[in-house]
């Protein structure tokens, strides 16, 4: 089973709107985190956001919230007042801190375009 | 400088050329980790070593081999290379603990763009 799904490859927002990136995550362990990274053009992995399994608020990084629902396993990133600058490749993450090798699982990713 | 550094950024061999990926950083974290990202693809881990002398096999380890020098330096060899092995390559590294200080634990490299033809 995949631990990380992202179910929407490609999504566009008008500039200035706020879009829903959405993720869910399969696990056994008690104890985890849950990451979003940007990837723009250039490849690098940017860090938007971490929130972990224990937290019992949702996790807020500027213009980044994610909205976390620990039993239905979602984790979803919520990106208000879109950017034409935003438009990249997000990759939901998951890092188990109970077993394996605290290697962090990724998601396929969500390509953003933001729209003038 | 930045605290992970791979090196080279970008690299285009042939089929069948040995090369080898490196990585250093200055975290001082134990934990050292190389991943593969394909087009479309998430990344996948390749090998990972907790220190030195601990090294292990990730998701997709066949045709890679890893060698941990120091605490500071992983690289990651292609013995053979073929061209599905074309991708980004990243390394990382961790902290056991997340901090907001410190990405909650992880630091990325810039990535490696190998190219095989």
């Known amino acids: 089973a995949q631990k990380i799904t992202q179910t929407q490859p490609g999504m566009f927002v008008q500039e200035k709107e706020a879009v829903t990136l959405d993720c869910t995550y399969d696990t056994s362990d008690q104890s985890y985190g849950l990451f979003w990274y940007k990837q723009p053009s250039s490849g690098e992995m940017i860090f938007l956001i971490y929130?972990?399994?224990?937290?019992?608020q949702n996790a807020t990084e500027g213009r980044y919230s994610l909205n976390f629902q620990k039993a239905r396993k979602s984790a979803n990133l919520v990106i208000s007042a879109s950017q034409l600058g935003d438009s990249a490749m997000y990759f939901c993450?998951?890092?188990?801190?109970?077993?394996?090798?605290?290697?962090?699982?990724f998601g396929t990713g969500t390509r953003l375009t933001v729209i003038p | 400088d930045a605290d992970v550094t791979q090196t080279p950024r970008n690299r285009i061999t042939k089929t069948g050329k040995r090369i080898m990926l490196e990585c250093s950083q200055t975290k001082g974290h134990d934990r050292m980790y190389w991943y593969r990202q394909d087009p479309g693809l998430g990344l996948r881990l390749i090998y990972y070593s907790f220190d030195v002398k601990d090294i292990n096999k990730g998701e997709i380890s066949d045709g890679y081999s890893v060698s941990r020098q120091a605490q500071a330096k992983f690289s990651l060899s292609l013995e053979s290379a073929i061209p599905n092995q074309t991708a980004l390559y990243f390394c990382?590294?961790?902290?056991?603990?997340?901090?907001?200080?410190?990405?909650?634990?992880?630091?990325f490299g810039s990535g490696t763009r190998l190219t095989v033809v």
């Open positions: 990382a590294t961790s902290d056991p603990l997340p901090s907001p200080g410190n990405n909650y634990g992880y630091t």
């Open positions: 993450a998951m890092r188990e801190f109970q077993t394996g090798a605290n290697n962090l699982f």
């Open positions: 929130q972990g399994s224990y937290d019992e």
